[in-house]
Structure formats: structure tokens, C-alpha cells
């Protein structure tokens, strides 16, 4: 799993600002769930953005509902992006161009 959360403290106690989640078929489903389910808990607003708005169904099975889509998804709105892991999941996601800006733009932002 990859996580764009730098260590900038000011900023993650800013929990107005969402989490996104990148996700496509074939990720783990722990390192999508638990995450999400974990930030939800601390307070954090979290996004799970799909490549479109098909139902993402994870390795195991488990199926997860996107709240947008890739080309919906702002970057400059996240605070930062979480990648679950996986074998299809991380090789979808890695050959989208949208994806690799998306991520990217965090990245520099930071």
C-alpha cells in the first residue's frame, strides 16, 4: 500500500480535508477498508475515487462503491492520497495518465 500522507503536522490536523483512496479492480481489500475505516474513525473525510462509477470489486471479493471518479476528483481538495495494494490494482492505477497526475499534484502540493 502507498500513502501520500507526508509528515506535516499543522496540515493533518486540518481534518476538513478530505483522504483520497485510488482504486481499482483487483485491490487488497484490507488496505483499502482499514484505512478508510480507521481515517473515518479519526475524524478525517475520506474519498474513494474509481476509474469510473463502476462498482470496485477487491481481490477477496469485497465490493466498494466509488464517491467519484477519477476525472471528478480534484487534487488540490485531498490532503492525501492512499494506494491499496494488490496485483491488479496498482498496475491499473500506475498506467492511467490521470492517475499518475492526480497523485502527482498531491505529491508537489504536499
Known amino acids: ?63 466498494q462503491e466509488p464517491d467519484l471518479t477519477i476525472d471528478d476528483a480534484d487534487p488540490k481538495k485531498y490532503l492525501g492520497v492512499i494506494i491499496p495494494g494488490g496485483v491488479a490494482n496498482p498496475d491499473h492505477l500506475r498506467r492511467n495518465p490521470k492517475v499518475i497526475a492526480f497523485v502527482a499534484k498531491i505529491f508537489h502540493d504536499g
Do not use: F, W
Not at 49 to 58: F, H, K, Q, R
Open 1 to 63: 500500500m502507498a500513502c501520500g500522507l507526508q509528515k506535516k503536522t499543522s496540515r493533518l490536523l486540518e481534518m476538513d480535508e478530505p483522504i483520497a483512496i485510488l482504486a481499482a479492480n483487483g485491490y487488497e481489500d484490507l488496505e483499502l477498508q482499514y484505512p478508510r475505516l480507521r481515517l473515518i474513525e479519526q475524524g478525517y473525510s475520506v474519498s474513494v475515487i474509481g476509474l469510473d462509477n463502476s462498482t470496485i470489486v477487491g481481490k477477496h471479493g469485497y465490493p
